[in-house]
Protein backbone atom coordinates (compact mmCIF):
# COMPACT_ATOMS: atom_id res chain seq x y z
CA UNK A 1 0.00 0.00 0.00
CA UNK A 2 1.43 3.31 -1.41
CA UNK A 3 2.42 5.24 2.12
CA UNK A 4 1.77 2.37 4.46
CA UNK A 5 3.78 -0.42 5.73
CA UNK A 6 2.27 -4.05 6.91
CA UNK A 7 3.96 -6.75 9.08
CA UNK A 8 2.52 -9.50 6.68
CA UNK A 9 2.66 -10.02 2.99
CA UNK A 10 1.03 -12.77 1.06
CA UNK A 11 1.98 -14.86 -1.74
CA UNK A 12 0.58 -16.53 -4.34
CA UNK A 13 -1.85 -19.51 -2.82
CA UNK A 14 -1.58 -17.93 0.99
CA UNK A 15 -4.50 -18.24 2.82
CA UNK A 16 -6.55 -15.46 4.07
CA UNK A 17 -7.51 -15.42 7.76
CA UNK A 18 -9.14 -13.34 10.20
CA UNK A 19 -6.32 -12.94 12.03
CA UNK A 20 -4.25 -12.46 9.06
CA UNK A 21 -6.16 -9.63 8.25
CA UNK A 22 -6.53 -7.94 12.10
CA UNK A 23 -2.65 -8.53 12.10
CA UNK A 24 -2.27 -6.18 8.72
CA UNK A 25 -4.67 -3.67 9.84
CA UNK A 26 -3.02 -3.31 13.35
CA UNK A 27 0.49 -3.61 12.08
CA UNK A 28 0.03 -0.52 9.87
CA UNK A 29 2.49 2.18 9.91
CA UNK A 30 3.75 4.87 7.61
CA UNK A 31 6.57 4.56 5.35
CA UNK A 32 9.01 7.50 4.85
CA UNK A 33 6.91 8.98 1.72
CA UNK A 34 4.33 9.52 4.13
CA UNK A 35 6.38 11.45 6.66
CA UNK A 36 8.32 14.57 6.33
CA UNK A 37 10.32 15.36 9.42
CA UNK A 38 8.73 13.17 11.55
CA UNK A 39 5.24 14.36 11.02
CA UNK A 40 2.42 13.24 8.53
CA UNK A 41 2.55 14.57 5.02
CA UNK A 42 0.03 15.72 2.92
CA UNK A 43 -0.01 13.15 -0.31
CA UNK A 44 -2.52 13.90 -3.22
CA UNK A 45 -4.98 11.12 -2.27
CA UNK A 46 -4.28 9.93 1.03
CA UNK A 47 -5.83 12.45 2.91
CA UNK A 48 -9.20 13.47 2.36
CA UNK A 49 -10.10 16.84 1.43
CA UNK A 50 -11.37 18.97 4.71
CA UNK A 51 -9.85 16.12 7.31
CA UNK A 52 -6.99 18.79 8.23
CA UNK A 53 -8.75 21.03 10.71
CA UNK A 54 -8.60 23.97 12.78
CA UNK A 55 -8.58 22.06 15.54
CA UNK A 56 -5.89 19.65 14.42
CA UNK A 57 -3.36 22.75 14.40
CA UNK A 58 -1.11 23.06 16.58
CA UNK A 59 -0.76 26.68 17.80
CA UNK A 60 1.59 28.73 15.55
CA UNK A 61 2.14 25.83 13.07
CA UNK A 62 1.30 28.41 10.02
CA UNK A 63 4.09 30.69 9.61
CA UNK A 64 5.15 33.31 6.51
CA UNK A 65 6.99 30.66 5.15
CA UNK A 66 3.91 28.07 4.92
CA UNK A 67 1.81 30.68 2.72
CA UNK A 68 1.79 31.00 -1.00
CA UNK A 69 2.53 34.55 -2.48
CA UNK A 70 -0.36 36.57 -2.81
CA UNK A 71 -2.52 34.00 -1.02
CA UNK A 72 -3.70 36.54 2.10
CA UNK A 73 -6.37 38.62 -0.31
CA UNK A 74 -8.55 41.57 1.18
CA UNK A 75 -11.43 38.93 1.14
CA UNK A 76 -10.16 36.43 3.81
CA UNK A 77 -9.34 39.65 6.35
CA UNK A 78 -11.99 40.07 9.06
CA UNK A 79 -13.13 43.73 9.01
CA UNK A 80 -11.85 43.94 12.37
CA UNK A 81 -8.16 41.55 11.91
CA UNK A 82 -5.66 44.65 11.27
CA UNK A 83 -5.89 46.97 14.19
CA UNK A 84 -2.82 49.65 15.15
CA UNK A 85 -0.99 47.31 17.04
CA UNK A 86 -0.17 45.35 13.27
CA UNK A 87 0.50 48.78 11.36
CA UNK A 88 4.35 49.80 11.97
CA UNK A 89 5.05 53.23 12.88
CA UNK A 90 5.13 55.56 9.05
CA UNK A 91 3.70 52.29 6.97
CA UNK A 92 0.65 54.34 6.04
CA UNK A 93 1.35 57.01 3.28
CA UNK A 94 -0.59 59.08 0.87
CA UNK A 95 -1.10 56.99 -1.77
CA UNK A 96 -2.54 54.70 0.91
CA UNK A 97 -5.26 56.73 1.99
CA UNK A 98 -8.51 56.68 0.05
CA UNK A 99 -9.55 60.40 -0.90
CA UNK A 100 -11.99 61.49 1.45
CA UNK A 101 -11.39 59.47 3.53
CA UNK A 102 -10.31 61.99 6.44
CA UNK A 103 -12.82 63.66 7.46
CA UNK A 104 -12.89 66.46 10.24
CA UNK A 105 -13.73 63.25 13.05
CA UNK A 106 -10.76 62.08 12.41
CA UNK A 107 -8.56 64.97 13.13
CA UNK A 108 -7.13 64.83 16.75
CA UNK A 109 -8.55 67.90 18.70
CA UNK A 110 -5.09 68.86 19.11
CA UNK A 111 -4.25 70.00 15.32
CA UNK A 112 -7.17 72.34 15.68
CA UNK A 113 -5.93 75.76 17.41
CA UNK A 114 -7.81 77.73 20.72
CA UNK A 115 -8.20 81.17 20.72
CA UNK A 116 -5.59 82.54 21.89
CA UNK A 117 -3.57 80.19 19.58
CA UNK A 118 -4.98 82.28 16.27
CA UNK A 119 -4.19 85.26 18.10
CA UNK A 120 -0.54 83.86 18.60
CA UNK A 121 -0.55 83.09 15.44
CA UNK A 122 0.82 79.73 16.13
CA UNK A 123 2.31 77.41 13.85
CA UNK A 124 1.17 73.78 12.31
CA UNK A 125 -2.18 73.67 13.58
CA UNK A 126 -5.49 73.23 11.01
CA UNK A 127 -7.55 76.48 11.29
CA UNK A 128 -11.39 76.10 10.96
CA UNK A 129 -13.69 79.23 9.49
CA UNK A 130 -14.91 79.56 13.01
CA UNK A 131 -11.31 80.15 14.49
CA UNK A 132 -10.18 82.75 11.04
CA UNK A 133 -11.77 85.96 13.10
CA UNK A 134 -9.17 85.37 15.82
CA UNK A 135 -6.30 86.04 13.71
CA UNK A 136 -4.72 89.59 13.92
CA UNK A 137 -4.72 90.07 10.27
CA UNK A 138 -8.73 89.86 9.52
CA UNK A 139 -10.99 92.53 10.29
CA UNK A 140 -12.86 92.44 13.92
CA UNK A 141 -16.07 94.19 12.50
CA UNK A 142 -16.95 96.19 10.00
CA UNK A 143 -20.80 97.98 8.09
CA UNK A 144 -21.70 100.97 6.67
CA UNK A 145 -24.59 102.97 7.18
CA UNK A 146 -26.35 105.88 4.83
CA UNK A 147 -26.96 109.80 6.28
CA UNK A 148 -29.12 110.82 4.25
CA UNK A 149 -31.40 111.43 6.71
CA UNK A 150 -32.10 111.18 10.58
CA UNK A 151 -32.22 107.53 10.44
CA UNK A 152 -29.06 105.43 11.14
CA UNK A 153 -29.56 101.75 9.65
CA UNK A 154 -26.78 99.07 9.89
CA UNK A 155 -26.13 97.92 6.06
CA UNK A 156 -26.95 94.53 4.92
CA UNK A 157 -23.45 92.21 5.40
CA UNK A 158 -21.98 93.77 7.78
CA UNK A 159 -20.45 91.80 10.72
CA UNK A 160 -19.89 92.22 14.60
CA UNK A 161 -21.83 95.29 14.91
CA UNK A 162 -24.82 95.23 17.06
CA UNK A 163 -26.42 98.91 16.36
CA UNK A 164 -25.68 102.57 15.50
CA UNK A 165 -26.75 105.82 17.38
CA UNK A 166 -26.97 109.14 15.95
CA UNK A 167 -25.75 111.32 18.50
CA UNK A 168 -26.39 114.36 16.21
CA UNK A 169 -25.91 115.08 12.35
CA UNK A 170 -22.01 114.74 12.68
CA UNK A 171 -21.60 112.25 14.67
CA UNK A 172 -22.64 108.48 14.89
CA UNK A 173 -22.11 105.78 17.94
CA UNK A 174 -21.28 102.53 16.44
CA UNK A 175 -22.09 99.31 19.24
CA UNK A 176 -19.48 96.45 18.26
CA UNK A 177 -21.14 93.10 19.51
CA UNK A 178 -17.90 91.01 20.78
CA UNK A 179 -15.83 93.70 22.60
CA UNK A 180 -11.72 94.04 21.68
CA UNK A 181 -9.69 93.33 24.32
CA UNK A 182 -8.32 97.08 25.03
CA UNK A 183 -9.02 100.13 23.11
CA UNK A 184 -5.57 100.19 20.95
CA UNK A 185 -7.40 98.58 18.45
CA UNK A 186 -7.42 100.17 14.56
CA UNK A 187 -10.78 101.38 13.33
CA UNK A 188 -10.82 103.07 9.86
CA UNK A 189 -13.92 105.30 8.49
CA UNK A 190 -14.33 106.53 4.87
CA UNK A 191 -17.31 109.11 3.27
CA UNK A 192 -19.23 107.77 1.03
CA UNK A 193 -20.98 109.91 -1.82
CA UNK A 194 -22.50 109.97 -5.62
CA UNK A 195 -18.50 111.31 -6.56
CA UNK A 196 -19.18 115.07 -6.51
CA UNK A 197 -17.96 115.39 -2.80
CA UNK A 198 -14.42 114.84 -1.33
CA UNK A 199 -14.84 114.44 2.12
CA UNK A 200 -13.87 113.20 5.28
CA UNK A 201 -14.69 111.00 8.50
CA UNK A 202 -12.64 110.43 11.65
CA UNK A 203 -12.74 107.84 14.09
CA UNK A 204 -12.92 108.74 18.04
CA UNK A 205 -13.79 108.33 21.72
CA UNK A 206 -12.86 104.04 21.25
CA UNK A 207 -13.49 101.88 24.00
CA UNK A 208 -13.46 98.10 24.10
CA UNK A 209 -17.32 97.63 22.77
CA UNK A 210 -17.73 101.17 21.47
CA UNK A 211 -16.19 104.16 18.87
CA UNK A 212 -17.47 107.33 17.55
CA UNK A 213 -17.60 108.67 13.75
CA UNK A 214 -17.55 112.60 13.21
CA UNK A 215 -18.77 112.51 9.38
CA UNK A 216 -20.13 115.21 7.22
CA UNK A 217 -23.38 116.55 7.72
CA UNK A 218 -26.62 114.19 6.76
CA UNK A 219 -27.44 114.73 3.08
CA UNK A 220 -28.95 113.21 -0.25
CA UNK A 221 -26.09 110.12 -1.44
CA UNK A 222 -24.32 110.36 1.75
CA UNK A 223 -22.80 107.35 3.65
CA UNK A 224 -19.75 105.92 5.51
CA UNK A 225 -18.33 102.62 5.83
CA UNK A 226 -15.77 101.46 8.37
CA UNK A 227 -13.81 98.28 9.21
CA UNK A 228 -12.13 97.16 12.45
CA UNK A 229 -8.80 95.80 13.36
CA UNK A 230 -7.31 94.18 16.74
CA UNK A 231 -7.57 91.36 19.32
CA UNK A 232 -10.54 90.80 20.88
CA UNK A 233 -11.76 89.68 24.09
Do not use: C, W
Amino acid sequence: MPGFATTITFADGDQVTSSKLNEIVGGLAPTSDLLADGTLAIVLGQIKLGTVLIGNMGANSVGTTQLVDGSVTNAKLGPTSVGTANIQPLSVSGPRIMSGAVDFSKINANALPAKGQMQNETSQLLVTPDMVRYSPGVAKAYGGFNITGTGRTLRTGSYNITSLTRVDSTHTTVVIDTDMSTTLYVAVAQFESDGTENLSATIYDKQTGTFRIMHPAEGPGRAISFVVYGIQS
